[in-house]
């Protein structure tokens, strides 16, 4: 590990003033303390932005404002997050463990990077991500947990939160902070497909710092919401596939429907296909196998993970089966 | 800002890159937390952070400036005797060869105070609701990042339960 300095920003303005080249801010540091170690990100100087002020209150419109140095497990036992965006408190616990969940803040969530067993191998391993244009061993190698959507020649990676499963779900706007002032960006925009260059993996600008996260208010299909995240163990590990669904009904037809898939691209991704030839249907099994199977026509499966098709097809029927049964 | 230990103020160390983990081990000659996977993985290291429990391994000792530490060597009584829930994992077999041991115990206690708060988890049937009702599936959950290669898990369930029990009346 390189030398770096350490320093905690007083406030968000102090934390932007801070931000310079070989700057990093530092969250809960669960991903960056660790890729500063293996020596994978270097960083001369670290902002500590974890001890900035944290609150999460309602927006004027009726939504949710939080802060983005919110702890992941303040945020999942909020009284109203667990009334009014029930999957938001589901996908928190569902990801890492206690210790991690009480570290980690909202922003470096967001920001967390790949879990790519060949990213992380810095010696044994080639990475486009990591090194652009040195290949990537993923591709013919272990890739069970690797994309089958929206992947490119040069990167299979998959981003790893379940946090932000949830946060696409429920159309989640980021705001930023930087150099050239404010600005907001939607959760479905902020993250990155890898296509030519999978070392771009988000949106922000250099020295932009993620202030908050932006929840509108409730609609009836995010007010009766699950996430479920299916896994090689039952606890603690990484989703193969997880689903954030929601679901209203109307005289026994959909009448609002949202879907997230976590564990198949680079990015949450916000099923919008199935989502679409669902709507004014009846939610039966075979209506929402076929509409899943939809979204899923693009997915290009790798070597060692075909069986994710399958595996998401079952568990978003599974999802939302189960709610629209809650709720005839 | 000094970091408070077990209750003693000790200073940052001068090299940011020293982790909580390492300054209680290597510094403070504090040995109780143990340095299993140093990567998040495996949960040994577990302490508590203001009260919550935390990795030291992926924490930076300077992030702690201004907080209060618990390790396992500071959880014994008053009056120098074990604490409760580590007489519990005694009675019921809790460990083999002790290496997460404190970890589990460090854990177990924020976790006691977690279900006290009526924070749910990822088994809790139902979120919106109250407190949860404790079960060992909830225990399992909760426990979860505490890794056991020696497979003491049942042990480890029961001495909780027996802690949950005793500190219930």
Known sequence: MMPFGYVRATDRADAVARAGSGTRFLGGGTNLVDLLRQNMEQASNLVDVSRLDGSIRESHGGGLLIDASVRNAALAAHPLVRRRYPVLTRALLAGASAQIRNMATVGGNILQRTRCLYFYDVDGARCNKRQPGAGCDAREGFNRYHAILGASDQCVATHPSDMCVALAMLDAVIHLSGPDGERSVPLADFHALPNATPQVETVLKQGELITGVELPPPSDAVTHSEYRKVRDRSSYAFAL?????????ADGRVTEVRIALGGVAAKPWR???????????APSRDAILAAIREELV??????GNAFKIGLAERTVTAV??????ARA | MPIRVNGAEVPPPDDARISLL????????LTGTKKGCDQGACGACTVLLDGNRVLSCLTLAAQAEGSDVRTIEGLAGDRGGLHLLQQAFIERDGLQCGYCTPGQICSAIAMAEELRRGDPSYVTLDVAA??????????????????????AHNGIVEAIEDMLAETAR
């Open chain 2, 130 to 151: 109250g407190p949860p009702v404790v079960t060992r599936a909830e225990i399992r959950e909760r426990m979860s990042g505490n890794l056991c290669r020696c497979g």
């Open chain 1, 298 to 303: 693009d997915a290009r499966p790798l070597s």
């Open chain 1, 271 to 281: 099923a919008r296909r199935a989502e679409t030839a669902l709507v004014g249907r």
């Open chain 1, 241 to 249: 596939i997880s689903v954030a669904g929601g679901l209203a009904l």
């Open chain 1, 320 to 325: 939302l089966t189960d709610l629209a049964g």
């Open chain 2, 22 to 29: 390492d300054l209680l081990r290597e510094h403070l000659h």
